[in-house]
């Protein structure tokens, strides 16, 4: 049974930093490509970062330079470093298996990042 549980979101202001992790299971993780998605209230859930089996990354545009993605493969972990975030970071945060094709395996219960002033 493939499984993500996403944790470390909280409340947090402008400009300040959170790290979040998700911890896989029921997957080959260290061969997996494993991307962070986000769904803001009333749009579409979107990748926000990814990073391959051998550690190459790629970021949303709008996230570039404030995000880090980084695995753990002996955890079977994956944890997105978030910066300087902004209101408009504010969302809920999911990670999950990716292909070319997208998103794989059901989404998780995600973790809330919110940034309010």
């Known amino acids: 049974q493939v499984q993500f549980v996403e944790s470390g979101g909280g409340l947090v202001q402008p400009g300040d930093s959170l790290r979040l992790s998700c911890a896989a299971s029921?997957?080959?993780?260290?061969?997996?490509?494993m991307g962070w998605y986000r769904q803001a209230p009333g749009n579409q859930r979107e990748l926000v970062a990814g990073i391959t089996r051998g550690g190459d990354t790629n970021y949303a545009d709008s996230v570039k330079g404030r995000f880090t993605i980084s695995r753990d493969n002996a955890r079977n972990t994956v944890y997105l470093q978030m910066n300087s975030l902004k209101p408009e970071d504010t969302a809920v945060y999911y990670c999950?298996?990716?292909?070319?094709?997208?998103?794989?395996?059901?989404w998780g219960q995600g973790t809330q990042g919110t940034v309010s002033v």
């Open positions: 029921g997957i080959m993780f260290s061969i997996s490509a």
């Open positions: 999950n298996v990716k292909a070319t094709g997208g998103p794989v395996f059901a």
